[in-house]
């Protein structure tokens, strides 16, 4: 008799019945159940898990509820099949997570929030500053992460943007320079146009930033801030070393620099590392921003900051001119999201695999490639522009986008990797694999 599907249950939250529809979920995202596969018998899995038959029943029937899995009559119960038909062209060129259970687990915390509505009244009237638990909420998840807070004060802002702009706002005067990864997060412009800054660029090893420039460019512009990105450098797919990021902190340290530290870009558990606000220790040298736009969805326009108390003045002040106050609701909503294990969406093996295929695509063809997060780098040969790829998988219906969009070379094109839908990978790199060799196999290419 082959052997049946049998979960471990000991890493979810719950009830039995919880944990187990949890374990499906899993199972179904990290590819362990295929679509259009079927699930155990009811009676088979209980024994096996040494749980009831009504047990699993709940689970299944949450597990329906959710939309993972569908009741066929007489036949069991069967991982639904893939229902998401590509419209338009798939979209590589923009940083997103991959879509699994959001919406159903937001369905869920909206319908929570909906039938309570003593809470849901009381989000309704003007907060200037959100509310204890909400504090209580992110600072546990923070928490959780290994960040302590150190008397740094948490803010909530409308997306990481916000955050930014606050943050630069907080430490410069117009005319001030702020240094910056080399290629770098195109909205740190916009933040810096508006706010009538300069910018200085300092170039990237596979480490991290290039001590011996960033030395170079605090010499010579003696700058307010640095904006970096040390656990996943967006676009060139760099974490940055521990070596490095005790110099970079001794460096700010040394000048009375600023680092706002951009934690948006997601990671996979073995890719994260503690951040640079955790290791300075001290609620002065660092401003911390996260959100959850790459973490569960770009839509949940949820950010927050861990800012020293010398800049919360200002940084309030920056927040409150744009905005009077960032909704109450978004923030419970964002914090209902932590609370529920929303954010944990267990895809680390699934984008893992996605970073693996694409290497594996670049190696075969001979090219420059690195992987990290949901974003994979691929250079070029020279005398090859990024242009020239970009408009030919636009013809194959794939975008993606240039390096030079971040400040970086012409030749190299940064394609992220989280949409690529489930069920479709062996496609969508053949299709990539094949534009590019059709690409070098023109023997003059156009400079």
């Not at 300092?202 to 030395?215: H, I, K, Y």
Request: proline residues 4%.
């Amino acid at each position: 008799m082959r052997t049946i599907w049998v979960p471990s249950l000991e890493k979810f939250s719950g009830s039995k019945y919880e944990k187990l529809a949890s374990a499906i979920g899993e199972a179904i995202d990290e590819g362990i159940l295929a679509p259009g596969s079927k699930l155990p018998p009811q009676r088979r899995l209980a024994d096996a898990l040494g749980i009831t038959l009504g047990t699993v029943t709940r689970a299944y029937t949450l597990a329906i509820h959710r939309g993972w899995v569908e009741a066929r009559v007489g036949d069991g119960t069967y991982v639904r099949q893939l229902s998401h038909v590509q419209q338009g062209p798939l979209d590589l060129a923009t940083c997103q997570q991959a879509i699994t259970d959001q919406a159903t687990v937001l369905g869920e915390v909206l319908y929570r929030l909906g039938r309570d509505p003593h809470r849901l009244a009381s989000l309704l009237d003007y907060h200037a500053a959100p509310l204890d638990a909400q504090h209580s909420t992110v600072f546990d998840y923070l928490k959780n992460m290994g960040i302590d807070d150190f008397g740094g004060k948490l803010v909530f802002t409308q997306g990481a943007q916000q955050a930014l702009y606050a943050a630069l706002a907080s430490c410069c005067e117009p005319g001030d320079w702020v240094l910056h990864e080399a290629w770098c997060y195109p909205g740190l412009n916009k933040a810096a146009a508006e706010l009538k800054l300069n910018l200085a660029g300092v170039a990237l090893t596979d480490n991290g930033l290039d001590l011996a420039a960033l030395e170079e460019a605090i010499l010579r512009h003696s700058p307010k801030a640095m904006y970096l990105t040390p656990n996943s450098q967006n676009p060139g797919c760099i974490g940055y070393s521990e070596s490095q990021r005790h110099q970079v902190l001794a460096l700010a340290r040394r000048h009375g620099i600023t680092i706002i530290e951009d934690d948006v870009n997601y990671c996979t558990a073995d890719e994260w590392q503690l951040p640079l606000w955790q290791l300075a220790g001290d609620a002065y040298s660092v401003v911390y921003i996260s959100s959850l736009s790459k973490r569960f969805a770009g839509g949940i326009r949820f950010g927050f900051m861990l800012t020293p108390p010398r800049l919360l003045g200002r940084i309030n002040q920056v927040i409150h001119a744009q905005c009077w106050m960032v909704s109450p609701l978004l923030i419970e909503l964002g914090c209902d999201l932590i609370r529920a294990g929303g954010v944990h969406q267990h895809r680390d093996s699934w984008i893992t695999g996605l970073q693996q295929r694409f290497l594996a695509m670049a190696n075969d063809l001979g090219l420059e490639a690195k992987s990290r997060g949901l974003n994979g780098l691929l250079m070029l040969p020279e005398g090859y522009r990024a242009s020239h790829l970009i408009g030919a998988l636009a013809s194959q219906g794939i975008l993606g986008r240039s390096l030079s969009d971040f400040g970086g070379p012409a030749n190299g094109v940064r394609l992220s990797l989280g949409r690529i839908p489930r069920g479709q990978e062996d496609e969508v790199f053949a299709r990539i694999h094949a534009t590019l060799a059709e690409l070098f196999s023109h023997a003059n290419a156009v400079v």
